[in-house]
């Protein structure tokens, strides 16, 4: 069955003090998904397992990356971090059924923006 993914670009018309706004928005979400990142990545290498959702979310919410964004924002983020490693460890099930046979990477870090 194929899917149509359909998508949508939107271009704002923003002041320089609301793009500014969303510019920092923006980094306070890429700098939390990188600590979401690190703090599953650095549990994988250290027990060869996966920090589940819960557990990372208890680890982050303390952050003041967290802190600085809506709540219900923070909490999606750092489910977009659970969502990218279920789908590697996915893969490495995959790879070792034979079923799989292209090279896996884990998840990458966001890059960092000014």
């Known amino acids: 069955m194929n ?6 670009k939107n ?4 002041n320089s ?3 500014e706004i ?25 027990d060869n397992s996966y920090l589940p959702y819960v557990e990372n979310y ?3 919410k303390e952050n003041e990356n967290y802190k600085l964004l809506l709540a219900s924002t923070s909490q999606q983020i750092l489910r ?5 490693f279920k789908s590697f460890f996915a ?7 034979a079923k799989y046979n292209n090279k896996i990477k884990i998840p990458k870090y966001k890059k960092k923006m000014s």
Do not use: P
């Open 22 to 46: 969303i510019k920092q928005l923006c980094f306070y979400s890429a700098r939390l998904y990188n600590t979401g990142l690190y703090s599953v990545r650095q549990y994988f290498f250290n």
């Open 58 to 60: 208890h680890e982050c």
């Open 80 to 84: 977009i971090v659970d969502r990218n």
């Open 11 to 14: 271009r704002l018309k923003l």
């Open 3 to 8: 899917t149509l993914i359909l998508t949508q």
């Open 17 to 19: 003090q609301k793009s």
């Open 91 to 97: 893969l490495l099930k995959l790879q070792k059924q």
